[in-house]
Structure formats: structure tokens, C-alpha cells
């Protein structure tokens, strides 16, 4: 079993910045990619970012390219994410996903059906 646990949620004026961790415990041995995902009221659960277990490979949404940047700590267990330039349209809940569907340590998982275990989200808010 493992458990995702997401932080640094919080609320943030538009043209600012967050970072939010994710950290994940137990069985996290082996190749296992991290993602970012993100729901908005009223609207479906949509990729953000995604690295690789070796931390060499990532892969962005063209809505937050060149704003938001994915990284992590293996020793830690833990993946990042820096958002910047924020806009009222990233207001949403962040989750944070882990998951082993590949054994490959470049592997990128670029939608939701990659992940195995899912945090419970934090919030993210945008005044405006």
C-alpha cells in the first residue's frame, strides 16, 4: 500500500507563486512515475505535469508550460511542483498521483489511467 499526501495549497494573488509537495510512503520501491493532476468546479480532472522515476523525463500541459515546474526527491520520496505566473484559471484542487505501470525509470504518465494511488488534494486558490 502507499499513501500520497499533497501540501502547500493555500491562496495566492494572481501573478504569484506556489509550490506544493507531494509525498509519498509505504511500498514505493521501484520505477514508479509521479503526476500532477487538477479539478476546477464544474469541470473534469485534467493533467498538469508528470515525472519520471530517474527525474530525467517530464512532460507539462500546454496551459501551464513554461509557468509550472515538476521535480523530485527520491530520497525523500517527494515530488514538487513551482507554480508561477499564476492566473484566476488555475484556481482548482491539485492532486498529486504515483504510479507503476512501467518499469521504465524515463516512463512519463501523461493521463490519469497511469496512476495507481492518488492523494486527497489540496486547494488552490487565485485572487484576483
Known amino acids: 500500500q502507499v499513501h500520497v499526501v499533497e501540501s502547500g495549497g493555500g491562496l495566492v494573488q494572481a501573478g504569484g507563486s506556489l509550490r506544493l509537495s507531494c509525498a509519498a510512503s509505504?511500498?514505493?520501491?521501484?520505477?514508479?512515475?509521479m503526476g500532477w493532476f487538477r479539478q476546477a468546479p464544474g469541470k473534469e480532472r485534467e493533467f498538469i505535469a508528470a515525472i519520471s522515476r530517474s527525474g530525467g523525463s517530464t512532460a507539462y500541459a500546454h496551459s501551464v508550460k513554461g509557468r509550472f515546474t515538476i521535480s523530485r526527491d527520491n530520497d525523500k520520496n517527494t515530488v514538487y511542483l513551482q507554480m508561477n505566473s499564476l492566473k484566476p484559471e488555475d484556481a482548482a484542487v491539485y492532486y498529486c498521483?504515483?504510479?507503476?505501470?512501467?518499469?521504465?525509470?524515463?516512463?512519463?504518465?501523461?493521463?490519469?489511467?497511469?496512476?495507481?494511488?492518488w492523494g486527497q488534494g489540496t486547494q488552490v486558490t487565485i485572487s484576483s
Open positions: 498521483a504515483a504510479g507503476w505501470r512501467s518499469a521504465n525509470i524515463e516512463f512519463v504518465g501523461g493521463s490519469a489511467g497511469w496512476y495507481d494511488y
Open positions: 509505504g511500498r514505493t520501491s521501484g520505477p514508479y512515475a
